[in-house]
């Protein structure tokens, strides 16, 4: 017997709908994207973990990333749930190991060093997508789809400018436009300093890359 749905909402309107209450989308979300939960345990699974603890932990970081995603942000809910998924993984081995008493030296360094890893990329993965709606809708479309930003694949200069109408080199042009406004200090100040970049000697290479651009391509829009 197939169950229908009692809610008829659709489409990303579904995640403010479950985040509102409404168990319908909450568990069709769930059941959904449980695939991702999958390949997020079986990629991150350390070692001899147990795959059902992990499993299960993975559903939690599922829930949080339905429960917190705003379609309005613009980047892709597989995305955000990947790296909460991820998250709670790891954060459960920690527990496990910090139970365990951290029996293998090299083994938390090994974790440690993961952990880090992981931090930086959902801090990086944030701090860039709010220097991207610093932009234009058309300069942030240029630089997500020329570096395939969200796994999506990287369009060429040339495909970018069959798809507007212009030549590859005016995508070029835009490509580097997007690239000075990304620089200026206000804009990278939390992407630079993830990646201690933020010295004087960094902005006054990005001050030299951006006069640079503006003496190549001087007040052309």
């Not at 579904?14 to 449980?34: M, P, S």
Request: proline fraction near 2%.
């Amino acid at each position: 017997m197939m169950i229908v749905p009692c809610c008829s909402t659709k489409g990303k309107a579904r995640f403010g709908c479950a985040q509102g209450g409404c168990r319908d989308c909450q568990e069709g979300l769930l059941r959904e994207n449980k695939g991702l939960v999958w390949y997020m345990v079986v990629k991150q699974m350390p070692g001899q973990a147990e795959y059902e603890d992990l499993y299960q932990e993975g559903q939690i970081g599922l829930w949080q990333a339905i429960m917190g995603y705003d379609p309005g942000k613009g980047y892709q809910f597989s995305t955000y749930a990947c790296i909460a998924i991820r998250n709670q993984v790891w954060q459960a081995v920690i527990r496990s190991l910090k139970t365990n008493g951290w029996q293998r030296v090299e083994t938390r360094a090994e974790l440690l060093g993961e952990v880090i890893v992981v931090w930086q990329s959902a801090q990086t993965h944030e701090a860039l997508s709010e220097a991207l709606e610093a932009l234009s809708d058309n300069l942030r479309q240029i630089v997500e789809q020329h570096t395939g930003w969200e796994w999506e694949e990287p369009q060429t200069f040339a495909q970018l400018g069959q798809m507007r109408r212009v030549s590859r080199q005016r995508v070029h042009q835009l490509y580097q436009k997007a690239l000075a406004l990304l620089r200026v200090p206000a804009i990278s100040l939390r992407l630079r300093s993830l990646y201690s970049l933020d010295s004087r000697q960094d902005y006054r290479e990005a001050l030299r890359q951006n006069r640079a651009y503006h003496r190549k391509y001087g007040g052309r829009r």
